[in-house]
């Protein structure tokens, strides 16, 4: 007699697994998703292929992934445009396979085949997926698992450059500011890794967009929203003075406008906000080719900002002695302006 029906299934091939993935999404067309039982079927069938491709990328607690049939994965999937299927089809996908999506998209971008990144590579000629993912900020169901799978993108310089040169990332202004809290946070975790995570990609998209992404930043350092404000300008402060930005902190702090708006967050009615305000600001007062209206500023106040200054500490109690020097330092150096 044949026990052959208790046999373990052939494990799946890579090629079989990337192309079951893709038959399953595009299973996911419009006559399926408006009809309930067989949207159910297709997801179930979707769900199953995702498990079966975090098994293979990752393993399965027992035993670590075979590098060959990862490497032969990664290949069928962007052989397949299975990439573009994943992203196109998320915000019909269930919450479990979009947590087993967001676990491999990391997997797939990070891994080398033949010292090539070929995911990161078929993104770069299929870059209109990374607007996609920015616009899902507008989708709160999908927004944070979008948020964390355009942070691995941005681990890459080439990913990163498209995004912000791109017409969606001034998207990000808005995004910042959304009513939910939790997507508002996301978008600017996003929106803050843009702009540190490579200082020469960052200071190229600066010098060449230079007006239009200032005039976009004063908006947030003015928000009425609290968090909005004290997370941007802390965030000006991280990028201005790297080094690659060097240029650019020179050009921004010879704009009387610019300086208007630090003079205003100094008197801010928070705390954490006038110390952000004040490292920016001392940059301006330190110059020593200071433009004679940022001279004219700075005397027709000088009363109101040393002022300011004289009460300006750190915190309750906090003993700054790096802060209090630089302090009297730039009071000295208001006293001293001369127009």
């Known amino acids: 007699m044949s026990f052959s029906f208790f046999k373990a299934l052939r494990p799946k091939t890579p090629q079989e697994v990337a192309k079951s993935i893709k038959e399953s999404l595009m299973a996911l067309d419009t006559k399926t998703v408006v009809e309930v039982k067989s949207l159910e079927k297709a997801l179930e069938e979707v769900e199953k292929n995702f498990v079966t491709m975090r098994t293979m990328l990752s393993g399965d607690g027992e035993s670590e992934p075979n590098l060959d049939q990862v490497s032969l994965l990664v290949e069928e999937i962007c052989k397949e445009d299975v990439l573009t299927l994943l992203i196109h ?11 087993d999506l967001v676990h491999c998209w990391s997997i797939l971008l990070k891994h ?33 698992s979008c948020g964390i799978m355009l942070r691995e993108c941005i681990k ?39 702009l540190t995570k490579h200082g020469n990609v960052v200071a190229e998209f600066l010098t060449v967009h230079y007006d239009e992404f ?37 050009r921004y702090i010879l704009e009387v406008r610019y300086l208007k708006v630090m003079m205003t967050l100094l008197r801010d009615s928070s705390k954490n906000i006038q110390i ?24 027709k106040n000088q009363e109101k900002l040393l002022e300011l200054l004289q009460n300006l500490s750190p915190g309750k109690g906090a003993e700054d002695e790096q802060f209090e020097e630089e302090k009297e330092f730039i009071i000295k150096e208001i006293k001293r302006i001369q127009v």
């Not at 089809?89 to 947590?99: D, M, N, Q, T, Y």
């Not at 005039?215 to 947030?220: A, C, G, N, P, R």
């Not at 003075?241 to 020179?250: C, D, F, G, R």
């Not at 490292?279 to 005397?299: E, M």
């Open 89 to 99: 089809k998320l915000p019909i996908l269930g919450w479990e396979a979009r947590k």
């Open 214 to 250: 200032f005039d976009l930043y004063e908006k947030l350092l003015i928000s009425p929203n609290y968090v909005t404000r004290r997370q941007s300008l802390k965030l000006l402060s991280d990028f201005l003075l790297e080094s690659p930005n060097s240029q650019i902190m020179k």
């Open 156 to 194: 890459f310089p080439s990913l990163a450059k498209h995004i912000l040169e791109s017409a969606s990332f001034v998207l990000f202004f808005k995004f910042v500011e959304l009513p939910n809290f939790d997507v508002a946070s996301d978008a600017f975790s996003t929106f803050k890794d843009l």
């Open 276 to 299: 952000s305000a004040f490292h920016i600001f001392k940059v301006f007062v330190a110059n020593p080719n200071k433009p004679r209206d940022v001279k004219i500023i700075l005397s």
């Open 112 to 144: 080398k085949v033949d010292s090539n990144y070929c995911c990161v590579e078929y993104i770069e000629h299929h870059n209109e997926l990374l607007d996609t993912l920015v616009v899902c900020y507008d989708n709160k169901e999908i927004a944070l």
